[in-house]
């Protein structure tokens, strides 16, 4: 019975105890629209990210899509760079970053990230702006769903759907086309001629954006995302959340705007649940915190407009931390927040400077297993090698490779004349490395194969190998 709890109401109703699935919803959630300065910032934070996540694939830069994840060439396109399978390291480096930057946020300011920013509170604003659209605010939609079937619910409800799948498709499609190329993918689809791989994957993430966005949306914030869970751990007593000032609230009642509620010992608080009816995950922020809340201030914005209303002060539902609430003070420079940024700053200065110094030519110098280490030919000690040029600029390039080694010691190189290799391509070049047997003083030892592009001397890379030759 694990995943099984009792409901308050039916513990505090006829005294017998009944069960629901702890992963089924209680009712679906209508939200109130609200106007203020947290909504406004969601809206503001969200609708770039939009426009970048739509529009960015249709950006070419030199006949190409400006970022394109070839997944068969395994060649991820970003820019005016190519990264191939061995710079995986630098994916690694960016998720760590991006973790240790959610980390010195949620430090600072506690689930901003879910409230503002999340895909999943992005895409939900979109379909609850289809609702409103289509089926009117909060008290309409409910008596809409309870109303029985007819003309007017009908297109109602096809118009929501109907938007709802637009966008669905469109995100599809948008998602897609990093991978496929989105021009080819539209072209594709609308010709029939689409791989049936592409068709599957744009239909499923249409129907996943739809389902998702669509009915599931506050479950997926309470039963679904890991960071509910663990968020807990990176808060402390100066972390800034939407919390509700008890002190100042308690004890909650309505009342008429304009009588003297202090003397009849009641609170700022009227108890409008206009804080409960706008808050997209259904939690009432006066229980205190919780891990469901996301920190989209919506409620902040709802009691504010009440307080306007009533003539009281603003602020009894605001973003501040448990200090605050009881010592009026908040500790904002803290050690904890410090070192996440410190971190955060560091690691962010060598991935630059990795990114800057990285060159687009890679050499990676194998010994020939199919030859003997070495061998002996008219005095002199030849090693082979197998050298695999990996071209990841976006221009062809001309070839030279080179020998660099212990002062003192001739190296002759033999390779190919002309070593040319196209943009993105990877080139095996075999070539035989000698020495004059009369100056080899051990039997092996370092050398250095530089690759470097004859039109371009900047672009080079060294490999270090090894020179084996006889015992001494």
């Known amino acids: 019975m694990s995943d099984l709890i009792p409901t308050r109401e039916e513990q505090e109703g006829d005294g017998q105890v009944r069960y629901r699935m702890l992963y089924e919803s209680d009712d679906k959630v209508y939200t109130r629209h609200i106007s203020g300065i947290y909504t406004r910032v969601r809206k503001y934070t969200g609708l770039p990210l939009l426009a970048a996540f739509f529009f960015i694939p249709w950006i070419n830069l030199e006949g190409r899509q400006a970022v394109l994840f070839d997944l068969p060439e395994r060649k991820f396109h970003i820019l005016w760079s190519t990264f191939g399978p061995q710079d995986g390291f630098l994916l690694a480096w960016i998720l760590i970053m991006a973790a240790f930057a959610l980390f010195a946020v949620t430090t600072w300011l506690g689930r901003v990230w879910c409230g503002f920013t999340c895909p999943q509170t992005v895409w939900t604003m979109m379909f609850m702006w289809a609702e409103r659209l289509c089926e009117g605010d909060r008290a309409k939609r409910i008596k809409l769903d309870a109303a029985p079937w007819s003309l007017e619910k009908a297109l109602r409800k096809s118009g929501t759907y109907a938007i709802w799948l637009l966008i669905a498709a469109a995100t599809a499609l948008a998602f897609v086309g990093y991978f496929y190329g989105i021009r080819d993918l539209v072209v594709d689809l609308a010709s029939l001629k689409a791989h049936p791989q592409a068709v599957f994957w744009v239909a499923f993430f249409t129907l996943a954006t739809f389902f998702n966005a669509g009915f599931l949306r506050e479950q997926v914030c309470k039963y679904m995302c890991p960071y509910a869970r663990f968020q807990s751990v990176m808060y402390d007593q100066d972390t800034l959340a939407v919390q509700y000032d008890a002190r100042r609230g308690e004890t909650r009642g309505p009342r008429k705007k304009g009588i003297d509620y202090q003397s009849e010992g009641l609170g700022d608080c009227i108890d409008c649940y206009w804080c409960v009816q706008v808050c997209p995950v259904d939690i009432d922020i006066r229980d205190g915190m919780q891990y469901e809340c996301i920190n989209c201030g919506l409620c902040v914005d709802a009691c504010n407009s009440v307080m306007d209303k009533m003539g009281y002060p603003r602020g009894l539902i605001r973003f501040t931390s448990e200090d605050e609430l009881e010592t009026g003070r908040t500790n904002y420079l803290r050690p904890r927040l410090f070192g996440y940024a410190l971190v955060l700053a560091a690691m962010v200065g060598l ?122």
Do not use: C
């Not at 050499?363 to 280490?373: I, K, N, P, S």
């Not at 047997?437 to 250095?448: P, T, V």
């Open 351 to 472: 991935f630059s400077y990795q990114l800057l110094t990285r060159s687009p030519v890679e050499a990676e110098v194998l010994r020939d297993r199919g030859a003997r280490m070495y061998r002996e030919y008219r005095g002199d000690i030849q090693n082979v090698y197998t050298v695999k040029i990996n071209n990841m600029d976006r221009t062809a390039h001309e070839f030279s490779i080179r020998v660099e080694g212990r002062e003192g010691v001739d190296y002759s190189l033999r390779k190919p004349r002309q070593i040319y290799v196209g943009s993105g391509e990877i080139y095996a070049v075999p070539i035989r490395v000698s020495v004059p047997k009369d100056q080899l003083r051990d039997s092996k030892h370092d050398i250095h194969i530089v690759v470097q592009a004859v039109d371009q001397p900047e672009l080079q890379d060294r490999h270090q190998t090894v020179f084996i030759g006889p015992k001494r």
